[in-house]
């Protein structure tokens, strides 16, 4: 079926190089999500589209993180002057949003985002 | 701050056995809360939701249980199957977003 699609999966770059990190999300669906994963610890919550609304940047931990998502639908997350404390697993996920509340996301498989 | 807490960060029980898995939070205005279960090298994958206007949802083998109360709900997995073993993150929402909070996650072993 046509799930969440995240690219690349894996990802290596070094310190201070920019990274894109893309995702598709279902089709119909208006929210979108960005998480981070780092080792050993939860989901981070970074940015949130929904719809046309002006996305939800209140997660970001910097300005050198930043999201666009084009037409409603397809997202990429830009890390710019990467450090190594970026390295994570970036996830992406998307929801029906449309509805009522309480609707679950659906999740990519994440891009694991090493920086050396 | 850190509004939903999942204080074990791991478990083991026997197949066959039961799994409780638990999460507490702060915030009392939250209105959803999801479980999610997180293979290694995968996406997490809804499980199970809860209306905070409910103390119970049942789906097969899972069970979430809602102590508004206590600020509390809980994962029941009976029984228990070696395939369960992944880690769970309880998740929670204010009313009238869909912007959902996480938990750190426990990580489930269910030993054959």
């Known amino acids: 079926g046509a799930g969440v699609s995240q690219s690349p999966s894996n990802k290596v770059t070094e310190k201070g190089k920019d990274v894109e990190l893309r995702c598709d999300p279902i089709s119909g669906h208006t929210a979108l999500y960005w998480y981070r994963q780092s080792l050993g610890q939860g989901l981070e919550f970074l940015i949130y589209?929904?719809?046309?609304?002006?996305?939800?940047k209140s997660g970001l931990p910097s300005d050198r993180f930043s999201a666009e998502r084009t037409g409603g639908s397809v997202s990429t997350l830009t890390i710019q002057r990467t450090q190594q404390e970026d390295s994570a697993v970036y996830l992406c996920?998307?929801?029906?949003?449309?509805?009522?509340?309480?609707?679950?996301?659906?999740f990519g498989d994440g891009t694991r985002l090493s920086i050396l | 701050d850190q509004q939903v807490k999942q204080n074990s960060p791991s478990l083991s029980v026997q197949e066959g056995r039961i799994s409780i898995l638990n999460c507490d939070y702060t915030?009392?205005?939250?209105?959803?809360f999801l479980w999610y279960k997180k293979y290694p090298a995968e996406g997490p994958t809804f499980l199970i939701s809860i209306s905070s206007i409910k103390d119970k949802n049942e789906d097969g083998r899972f069970t979430v249980f809602l102590n508004k109360s206590a600020k509390h709900l809980s994962l029941h997995i009976v029984p228990s199957q070696p395939g369960d073993s992944a880690v769970y993150f309880c998740a929670a929402s204010n009313p009238g977003t869909y912007k959902y909070i996480f938990g750190t996650g426990t990580r489930l072993k269910v030993l054959a």
């Open positions: 996920a998307s929801s029906l949003g449309r509805t009522t509340m309480g609707q679950p996301q659906h």
């Open positions: 589209f929904q719809g046309n609304s002006a996305p939800d």
């Open positions: 915030n009392s205005m939250f209105d959803y």
